[in-house]
């Protein structure tokens, strides 16, 4: 594969940016027919550039891309003379920012539209950077660009190097088919990888230390997730698909970083880094996740299977709020599965409240559940609007008296489980734990 170093398009060390040096090589070798631009060790300080087809950026052992701290820095890409982008709105929109791929809200570091056989390649102790970018205008009145945002991609690789402190999202991937997210590490930022529309989807090896969802999306098909730490100070998982396997997966003990909506307005201004500012747990393992903001879905979410998992010190295992929440207002959830799974450290560990009309079927194979102390004798499952209750080999450990709640009817069975009662109980909240 033929390489272009940045500097030989003029990329130098410096406090100025290096925008326009490592953009001209990018667009030199995606003119060429493709190739790999190299960035090499050092700090290359840059705003946002735009990735085309058939172009890797390589980032060699010790290379940073820190991103500028400036909002305006990113916005490049709408005076795009090689590839002009279609569709910039002259105001933006009140609502759903996240569906429209030219909205302010998508700005990254690294930004791609309608491109192919594209990847971001990192060698150990390479870093992107997104230096926590305040945007008085994105999202609550302070989220930045994002990290990596790519809109209608096909053959996508991302792998090996560390992404952290973005403004906004890590990684934000919309509409992409055959994506592979291998040996990445997120450190802070909001989520650590969020997938919406996407088919082919594959990550694998990486860890996620992230204030915000580690894994999060929606209306994607055929994603397999394996072998990922997932700590996070919301969900580790917050989803919805088609097709889906979680396994191998676990959650790290207590979270490293917390969300930055917890700094204040003068934190968030000055960028400042997220540590532990509050003591907190993860406050969900899997939330079902899936809003209205693309309209009808492609595919019916459902067939959704987490295997060999464990969720250590989380304060729920699984929750579904369908139209109790605006994330769970779309499409609901046909059917998942927790199989041969641990959950440990639980205050409600299963809060189902599914719609009535498409009522969804929830299975638990081989799982352990544990309280958190002062939970011994809270109910371990509370469940309205399911059409099933599978549960096979359900351990409930260290209850005083188990026992679920019922606040509907729907079919429910049970084998060679630890022994529980079942109460009946009125439609209604549940104490579920909520943002």
């Known amino acids: ?72 820095d990113y916005l490049a890409w709408r005076e795009d003379p090689l590839e002009p982008v279609d569709g910039i709105p002259e105001k933006e929109p009140e609502r759903y920012r996240s569906a ?39 999202e609550e009145g302070y989220r930045g660009p994002h990290g990596i945002n790519l809109w209608d991609c096909e053959n996508v690789t991302l792998c090996g190097y560390t992404l952290c402190n973005t403004g906004n999202w890590a990684h934000a991937i919309f509409r992409t088919k055959s994506l592979d997210i291998r040996n990445v590490r997120v450190l802070g930022g909001h989520d650590g990888v969020d997938i919406f529309l996407c088919e082919g989807v594959k990550i694998e090896d990486c860890a996620f230390y992230t204030g915000d969802d580690s894994l999060a999306g929606f209306g994607s098909r055929n994603v397999v997730m394996r072998r990922c730490i997932l700590n996070s100070s919301c969900s580790a998982i917050r989803f919805g698909g088609t097709d889906v396997l979680i396994e191998d997966c676990r959650t790290d003990g207590e979270p490293r970083f917390d969300f930055r909506g917890a700094l204040s307005d003068e934190e968030k201004a000055r960028s400042a880094y997220s540590g532990h500012l509050t003591a907190r747990k993860t406050l969900t393992g899997f939330m079902y996740y899936c809003d209205e903001r693309f309209g009808k879905l492609p595919y019916m979410p459902g067939n959704i299977t987490v295997r060999r998992c464990v969720f250590d010190d989380v304060r729920t295992l699984f929750t579904m709020m369908f139209g109790d929440h605006i994330w769970c207002k779309g499409t609901s959830l046909a059917s998942i599965t927790f199989e041969d799974c641990t959950a440990a450290g639980m205050v409600l560990p299963i ?85």
């Open 1 to 72: 594969m033929k390489q272009y170093l940045i500097t030989q398009y003029g990329a130098v060390q410096s406090d100025r940016l290096q925008t326009r040096a490592i953009q001209a090589a990018i667009d030199y070798c995606f003119l060429s027919g493709g190739g790999e631009v190299v960035v090499p060790e050092g700090i290359w300080r840059t705003g946002g550039i735009r990735l085309r087809s058939h172009v890797t950026l390589h980032l060699l052992c010790g290379a940073v891309l820190e991103g500028s701290t400036d909002p305006e």
């Open 100 to 138: 429209l791929r030219t909205s302010r809200w998508n700005n990254a570091l690294i930004r791609a539209f309608d491109a192919h056989d594209i990847a971001v390649i990192g060698e150990v102790g390479s870093v992107i950077n997104g230096m926590n970018c305040y945007d008085a205008l994105g």
């Open 351 to 435: 809060h189902i409240h599914g719609d009535p009309e498409n009522p969804v079927a929830f299975t638990l194979n081989r799982v352990t559940i544990s309280p958190a102390a002062g939970h011994e004798s809270d109910a371990f499952l509370d469940a309205e609007h399911y059409r099933s209750l599978t549960l096979q080999h359900v351990q409930l450990a260290e209850y005083t008296a188990p026992h679920m709640v019922l606040r509907s009817k729907g079919e429910v069975t049970a084998s060679d489980c630890t022994d529980f009662r079942t109460e009946q109980a009125a439609s209604g909240a549940s104490g579920v734990i909520g943002w």
